[in-house]
Structures are given as structure tokens and as C-alpha cells.
């Protein structure tokens, strides 16, 4: 087992003459106090939770079940940060991390838990966040695993600043910093492809950075074509099937290993219905997907890029009864309701991490689709949201996780609903 203290927290001094920070509230701890507590939870960050006396301190990187020391350098008003600086009695989930730079990138938050405890507690995470957001009891099922734990991302964008001096960092935001990156050159949940093809890129964007003024990203999308670095490219992708093609730089769900998966599921939960709708459809996954199990198909988004290519993959696939509309945030189910009728309708929508707005909620209910799968990356939006729909007509069927993030915190959950009769 690594010494966690070594690899984790190395940068962590200890000294009686250290600074403390100008704005630092002094109580209920000194800063960098060491305190020894025992952590019951895994909050939906990840990170470890423990009291002392009843005070919450909050530690990244501990584990439930386990005993620690840990340092203090911050006081809120209701709860305490602090660093680990050792496990007194390690949890018999704890593993061994395979990236070196675990707990210093901020990228992974649970490589030191193994997997099928990180599917359990995503589960418990999804349950809890129902509960405190949504006022929502409802039984979340086991969540779904990954079929690769490691190198599934096809997608990784490595920021960088610009250089000082001779050194110029390449990679994610260190742990607890919001400003400061972490070098990193290999990423084991990066797919095999994008860590042979980072190496040159990071050369290639070393040779050219005394020109730069400022910092930025970098783009490696492993696609079928190989891995594109070009932001505005046209590349291509398979899922179930369907050939997809879409802007490099734009979203595309990054784990195509599990993704067939959950746009099956998605789709299979939705059949029953004669016409599906699409919201938020981006590139037309899910309408495309879904175009064999209905007459009729209509996906409806607000980016035109996103329609264009919808258009052009329905084409590629051959497939006729499927059509895409622009729609305005304020008017999106406008032209659906002039084709659709609800009652013989099947929704499924896949909004952003901020999850519906009112406005689209509104539409939603005035509409009303027999059923409605709900594809969420942020189940703590998507709890307030199913809270919203389960007031105005709508009961849930099924909440099932999807993990499509391994070794991280990131969680993807669908609910299933239906319309009360």
C-alpha cells in the first residue's frame, strides 16, 4: 500500500512559524491544528465527513469506516476543511491509486476506493441527494457499472498557462486550488489512444508557448478518425450501431464503452409510445437511436450547429422518420405540440449539469408526454427538477445510476416517470 501521507499530501508542512491566512477564523480550531477523528460518510464530492463533538470536518480523500489524522486550514461557520495527514485505521474498501498523481490532480476523487464500493456509494450519493433536495423516497437501484474502469475517457482537455520562465504546467487544477495546475503527462483513465498522442501534443504546444500571452486548452478527442486536437473538426463515432458525427469540440458523452448501454435503456424505458420527442437532443443520440422503436421522432435543441449535424446523421443512417427542429428556450415544444399529441407521446430529455429552467419545465407539463425519461449529469438538479414534475401530474418509476465517470465523483442517473392516469 502507498504511504498516503507520501503521496498525497507531500506538499503539507507542519511548522510552527507557518502563515496563517489573513482571513482564517480562528475557532473552533487553530489553523493547522491536527485532529484525529473517525469519518462516517462520503459526501457527493467525495470527500470524507467526520465529527468532532458534534462539529462537521470535512477531510478529501478519507473513507468511511475509517480513523484519521487530519490538519485544519479552514473554519465555516457550520463545518471545517482539512488535509489527511494519516490513516490510523484504513477501510476495507481502501485500495492502491494507479495514477502517481492522485490526491495532487484534482481530476479523480475515488482511485483509493475500490470500484465496487465506488458503485455503492454513487448509489447511496444518488439516494441521499432525492432525499435532502427533492424530498424524494424513492428506492435508487444498484448503479450501473462501467464495462472499463480505466482508459474509457475519449475526451481530455489539459489546460495550460502561459509559461514563466521555463516552466509551463500542462494538465488539471491541483486539489484544493482553484488557479494552480497540476503537469500531467499520462492520464490512466484517458483511453489507450489519447496517452500515446499526448506526449506530442504536449511537445508540440512546449515548442510554441514563448509566443503566448496567455494560458488555454487543448483539445484530444479519440474518435474513429484517430485522435483530433482540432476544436472545429467533423469526427465521427458508432454507438449501437448508429454512426454519429458531430463537432469535436462540442459535447459527446465520453465513455463509449458504457454509453450503448444507456442509450438502450433510456430508449427501452421510453418504447410504448407512438411518437418520441428528444429535448436538449444535441446531435440526435437518443432520436436516432430510438427512431426504430417509434413512427414518429422529433428532437428539438437550441443550437443550430447541433441541428445541422442531427439532420445530416439522420441521413448518414438512413433513417426517415426522424426530423429536428430549432426551438427557442421560451417556445421549445411549439412546433412538437402542432405534431405530437402528448397522450401518445414518450419524452426524454438530457439537459445540462444546471438542469430544466422553469420556463422548460412549464412547457413540459402544458405538454404532457405519456412518459419521460429524464438522462441526468447532475442528479442534485435533477432531484429538485423530478420534485417539480412529481407535484404536477408525474410519478416515478424507476431511478437507475450509470457510471459513466470511474474513480471520479461524477454520476449519471436516469429517472424513469409516467404521467398519472
Request: aromatic share 10%; glycine share 8%; charged share 20%.
Amino acid at each position: 500500500m502507498i504511504n498516503i501521507t507520501t503521496l498525497i499530501f507531500a506538499e503539507v508542512f507542519y511548522m510552527s512559524n507557518i502563515l496563517v491566512p489573513k482571513n482564517f477564523v480562528p475557532t473552533p480550531f487553530s489553523y493547522r491544528e491536527i485532529v484525529e477523528l473517525d469519518i462516517d460518510d462520503l459526501n457527493n464530492l467525495g470527500v470524507g465527513v467526520g465529527r468532532i463533538d458534534g462539529w462537521v470536518v470535512m477531510v478529501p480523500y478519507a473513507l468511511a469506516g475509517e480513523r484519521v489524522k487530519a490538519s485544519v486550514y479552514k473554519n465555516h461557520k457550520n463545518f471545517s476543511e482539512a488535509d489527511l495527514v494519516e490513516v490510523l485505521k484504513p477501510s476495507p474498501d481502501r485500495v492502491e491509486a494507479k495514477c502517481k498523481l492522485f490526491g495532487k490532480c484534482g481530476g479523480c476523487q475515488y482511485q483509493h476506493l475500490s470500484y465496487e464500493a465506488q458503485l455503492k456509494w454513487k448509489q447511496k450519493q444518488v439516494q441521499d441527494l432525492m432525499q435532502r433536495i427533492g424530498g424524494i423516497n424513492f428506492p435508487v437501484s444498484p448503479t450501473h457499472r462501467s464495462p472499463a474502469e480505466y482508459g474509457y475517457r475519449s475526451k481530455l482537455t489539459p489546460h495550460y498557462e502561459r509559461p514563466r520562465g521555463s516552466e509551463m504546467p500542462i494538465g488539471f487544477i491541483m486539489q484544493g486550488r482553484r488557479n494552480t495546475l497540476v503537469d500531467v503527462p499520462y492520464c490512466p483513465i484517458a483511453s489507450k489512444s489519447i496517452n500515446e498522442a499526448l506526449p506530442q501534443a504536449r511537445a508540440d504546444l512546449l515548442s510554441r508557448s514563448a509566443k503566448f500571452k496567455r494560458g488555454g486548452t487543448i483539445l484530444l478527442r479519440d474518435c474513429l478518425e484517430g485522435v483530433c486536437q482540432d476544436n472545429k473538426a467533423i469526427v465521427t463515432e458508432r454507438v449501437g450501431g448508429i454512426t454519429y458525427q458531430f463537432c469535436a469540440g462540442e459535447f459527446f458523452q465520453n465513455n463509449p464503452f458504457i454509453l450503448p448501454e444507456l442509450v438502450e435503456f433510456a430508449i427501452d424505458h421510453a418504447s410504448g409510445c407512438k411518437n418520441l420527442v428528444d429535448a436538449y437532443c444535441g446531435v440526435g443520440v437518443f432520436a436516432l437511436a430510438g427512431a426504430k422503436k417509434f413512427e414518429n421522432v422529433a428532437g428539438v435543441e437550441i443550437s443550430a450547429k447541433a441541428i445541422e449535424c442531427a439532420n445530416i446523421n439522420a441521413r448518414i443512417n438512413n433513417i426517415t422518420n426522424c426530423e429536428f427542429l430549432i426551438g427557442k428556450a421560451e417556445t421549445i415544444f411549439e412546433d412538437v405540440a402542432k405534431r405530437f399529441n402528448g397522450s401518445e407521446t414518450s419524452m426524454i430529455i438530457d439537459p445540462p449539469r444546471a438542469g430544466c429552467d422553469t420556463k422548460f419545465l412549464e412547457q413540459l407539463i402544458a405538454f404532457a408526454p405519456k412518459k419521460l425519461v429524464y438522462v441526468s449529469c447532475g442528479p442534485d438538479t435533477q432531484a429538485r427538477d423530478l420534485a417539480y414534475l412529481t407535484q404536477h401530474g408525474y410519478q416515478i418509476e424507476l431511478l437507475q445510476p450509470f457510471d459513466l465517470f470511474p474513480q471520479t465523483r461524477h454520476i449519471e442517473n436516469v429517472a424513469v416517470l409516467k404521467l398519472k392516469s
